[in-house]
């Protein structure tokens, strides 16, 4: 089976630094996504890993430890539309991909 | 470029009755996958295709939900009878063929009531 886990609420502030931290315990391990999803509307692609390491795209970036089963998303210089639920999701098998519940992230000014 | 299409965007109906929703995948993308979202228990993966043909269904909760892909453009989710606990937003999503890597692109969702 699958299990993920992840904050289920965190608050920041804007212009701050903030880390979403997911473990996860799987099978046939091939890959981690981030998606973001804001509220009332569909989740987005932001990041994937399945190399150790940190993948940086701008203002965000992922962070990849298969050995530890952990993964975490890190955003900087937030700013308030950055408010969303991010979801962890792990790739098991060939595509069948398994998310966590979603971390709901409130950045306030 | 349009991206995944879901209709209808909002569903309200009785118990009992049949709920069809319909999906139209990005142009090109080999697999689509159907989702169900809820707030207990998140985002689950239903059932998907590749190339048409179901490859993963063990999602699907009972024998009241149906999905098919009659060809590359269109698919359908059936509920047949509807109960109020198939309350949620289903998701529909498409990706490329190829490696895991491939990330998936989401409808805006069906936003079900089962009353």
């Known amino acids: 089976g699958q299990n993920i886990d992840q904050p289920t609420e965190m608050t920041a502030t804007e212009g701050a630094i903030v880390q979403i931290n997911c473990t996860y315990q799987?099978?046939?391990?091939?890959?981690l996504f981030w998606y973001q999803q804001h509220a009332g509307e569909a989740p987005t692609f932001l990041s994937y890993?399945?190399?150790?390491g940190l993948e940086e795209k701008g203002r965000f970036s992922s962070f990849l430890s298969r050995s530890k089963g952990y993964s975490y998303l890190l955003l900087k210089e937030l700013q308030m539309k950055d408010s969303a639920s991010y979801l962890c999701?792990?790739?098991?098998?060939?595509?069948?991909?398994?998310f966590g519940t979603g971390t709901r992230l409130t950045v306030i000014p | 470029d349009a991206g995944v299409i879901q209709s209808p965007r909002h569903e309200v109906t009785e118990m009992g009755q049949e709920v069809t929703l319909r999906c139209k995948p990005i142009s090109g993308h080999d697999y689509l996958f159907w989702y169900r979202q809820t707030m207990m228990r998140g985002l689950e993966l239903l059932i998907y295709f590749n190339n048409n043909v179901p490859i993963d269904d063990s999602g699907m909760p009972e024998d009241r939900f149906s999905a098919k892909m009659p060809n590359a453009s269109f698919s359908t989710l059936k509920i047949q009878p509807s109960e109020p606990r198939d309350s949620a937003v289903y998701f529909c999503?498409?990706?490329?063929?190829?490696?895991?890597?491939?990330?998936?692109?989401f409808g805006d969702g069906t936003r079900l009531s089962i009353l």
């Open positions: 999701a792990v790739v098991a098998g060939a595509n069948n991909l398994f």
């Open positions: 799987t099978s046939g391990f091939n890959g």
């Open positions: 890993n399945v190399l150790d």
């Open positions: 999503a498409s990706s490329l063929w190829g490696d895991s890597n491939q990330p998936q692109h």
